[in-house]
């Protein structure tokens, strides 16, 4: 293994916008849209489902507000029908038979951003089709437990910090700092999320450390991407809103790209950073202009 080289920032910089260049970033993540928009709408569905099988439905409300708040104006009606149009039907038979689906659904969301790190770290998976689908099967199943916490500490954000300061009456201070807390831990999952994504699509794992910092920048820029999207939504996406339902999967669509350009944004920084600091591929491959991308055993 090639001695660790401080890394020189701004050669990485150069060499990820070079990469984003010569990947076709911009069409990759229309391919990450696609799949995931599809991947969407299911889990949420068996969600809703698993909800009120669990007698839980009351908390859809809390669930529903805290979407509206992260989500585009145009695109959180279109999800507000899909779980309310779930929970007025009989949810037994979709649970039954809709998890399996869910389950294929979201692992072929999880396939394209294998694919998508793949490509940004210069190999290719030489997995047969039923190990990557069963990879992504068991890290779609482990990425919704997640997500599921990281939601679970936001939407009953609201109950426990009515408990707390109702038994413990915390001064201005240490309110301030169990909110930073409780979004911190959440942003942590989320970055977590991510950094597993980039570590698992090699089949030849490097350090899961060498993942964080390119999985902090994808999920920044995610929050930041998404933020500012829904404001050109609000204020001048009024050409959205005229095409109605239409308009608000176009709204969908174009946050999902989003999300993936700021993905693999995420995974060329990686990419350029164990060049530039290990000297090396993924796979183990000297650095250089001319380095081939390689087929890991």
């Not at 990947?23 to 696609?34: H, K, N, P, Q």
């Not at 507000?65 to 779980?83: E, G, T």
């Not at 399996?100 to 770290?121: E, I, K, P, R």
């Not at 995420?266 to 600091?277: S, V």
């Amino acid at each position: 293994m090639p001695a660790h080289t401080s890394p020189a920032y701004k050669a990485v910089l150069k060499s990820v916008g070079r990469r984003i260049v010569r990947d076709d970033v911009v069409d990759v993540s229309a391919r990450l849209a696609f799949y995931l928009f599809f991947a969407m709408f299911p889990v949420i569905i068996v969600a809703a489902a698993l909800l009120s099988v669990l007698h839980m439905s009351a908390v859809v409300p809390a669930i529903l507000k805290y979407l509206y708040a992260m989500l585009p104006a145009s695109v959180a009606p279109l999800v507000q029908r899909a779980i309310s149009g779930m929970l007025s039907h009989n949810q037994d038979g979709a649970l039954s038979i809709g998890i399996l689906f869910t389950l294929w659904a979201a692992s072929s969301g999880v396939v394209a951003l294998l694919d998508g790190a793949n490509a940004a770290l210069e190999v290719k998976s030489s997995r047969g089709f039923i190990r990557e689908r069963l990879l992504a099967i068991a890290l779609s199943i482990l990425l919704l437990l997640i997500a599921g916490i990281g939601l679970s500490l936001v939407v009953w954000g609201g109950p426990v910090d009515s408990y707390l300061f109702s038994h413990f009456h915390p001064g201005p201070a240490m309110t301030v700092v169990w909110h930073i807390i409780r979004y911190a831990v959440t942003f942590v999952l989320f970055e977590i999320m991510v950094q597993i994504l980039y570590y698992a699509a090699p089949q030849k794992h490097t350090n899961f450390k060498w993942m964080t910092t390119g999985a902090i920048i994808a999920v920044v820029g995610i929050g930041i991407a998404s933020a500012l999207l829904g404001f050109y939504l609000v204020h001048f996406g009024s050409s959205y809103a005229a095409y109605g339902p239409i308009g608000a999967v176009m709204g969908v669509l174009l946050l999902l790209q989003v999300s993936g350009i700021m993905y693999m944004i995420g995974a060329e920084w990686n990419a350029a950073l164990l060049k530039q600091t290990l000297g090396t591929t993924v796979t183990g491959e000297t650095a250089g202009p001319q380095a081939v991308p390689g087929r890991v055993a």
